[in-house]
């Protein structure tokens, strides 16, 4: 009969493992995109701001454009190339701080950088970014305050202590209120992923079991349709058969030999309902196949 054992659910399982969303390729095609978007806008950015940089900032942007190309072509793991990329935004966004304040490039990096730790990872990573820039922002603003800290581009906008707490609020708001909603969307995105391999498992599994069903009823369609031949057969041959005697040493041989019996017996009762006579055939070439028959 058909095998439910290990090997026969092999299949189904294969299915579903193939099937199965798997979110840690997902992860390697998602930075891999990001980090070639990046390389494109990296050209564009530095090509805008060559002219007006320092020197400084020449040599900032093309080391940090060179490391996100070999990141991006070399062969590195899934961690090394989601670092390396938030490690260059916040480089980016803390010299554009460093340099003109807490303006619309600095504060826009770092809520990149942000934004970014929590869709790249699942260990609150958004979070320590989140800390480390309100870190920075109020460390560069304490030093400027106090006057031991001077921004580097000379023709910076003048920033009071009220600008730093303004862009500083507002940073925190924007930040806090995108975590939580890209939080709240992983959270429902892994149960829509998680309902749907369920109800895959739960497909698969029925077909196999459906194919078990259909099987196991062919078989056993199969099995009556011999046992008719066979019938059949015996029928068929008996009924040319004149001699009492004749008759029923071929019906015990045949029915024997077409199904697979060990031994058969044929016995006639007389009136009083005592044997009269009987026939046996037996194939002592076999092992004992004992089929009950009920009087």
Not at 104 to 117: A, E, N, P, Q, R
Not at 172 to 189: D, P, W, Y
Request: hydrophobic share 50%.
């Amino acid at each position: 009969m058909f095998s439910t054992g290990p090997a026969s659910q092999k299949p189904a399982q294969d299915s579903v493992a193939s099937a199965a969303f798997n979110y840690k390729g997902w992860r390697e095609k998602f930075i891999l995109v990001i980090l070639r978007i990046s390389c494109v806008a990296g050209i564009a950015l530095i090509a805008s701001s060559y002219s007006t940089a320092t020197l400084n900032d020449r040599i900032l942007f093309i080391g940090l454009y060179l490391i996100l190309l070999a990141v991006s072509i070399l062969p590195a793991t899934y961690n090394i190339r989601a670092y390396t990329l938030l490690m260059m935004i916040f480089a980016v966004g803390v010299n554009a701080i460093l340099a003109v304040g807490p303006w619309v490039d600095g504060s826009l990096f770092l809520l990149i950088f942000v934004v970014l730790s929590a869709l790249l990872f699942d260990n609150r990573m958004e979070l320590l970014a989140l800390i480390a820039s309100i870190a920075i922002l109020t460390s560069i603003a304490v030093l400027q305050q106090l006057g031991s800290f001077e921004f580097t581009n000379k023709s910076a906008p003048i920033t009071t202590i009220a600008d730093w707490a303004i862009y500083g609020a507002d940073f925190l708001g924007v930040s806090i209120t995108l975590i939580v909603a890209i939080r709240l969307f992983k959270n429902e995105f892994a149960k829509v992923i998680q309902q749907t391999q369920s109800t895959l498992t739960t497909l698969i599994s029925e077909r196999a079991q459906l194919e078990l069903r259909v099987q196991e009823r062919t078989e056993e369609i199969e099995a009556r349709a011999i046992q008719l031949r066979s019938s059949t057969t015996v029928a068929r041959t008996v009924a040319e058969i004149q001699s009492i005697g004749e008759l029923m040493e071929a019906a015990t041989k045949l029915t024997s030999e077409q199904f697979s019996y060990y031994h058969v017996g044929l016995y006639l009762l007389d009136e009083g309902k005592e044997t009269h006579s009987c026939n046996l055939h037996h194939r002592p070439s076999e092992k004992p196949h004992w089929t009950g028959i009920p009087h």
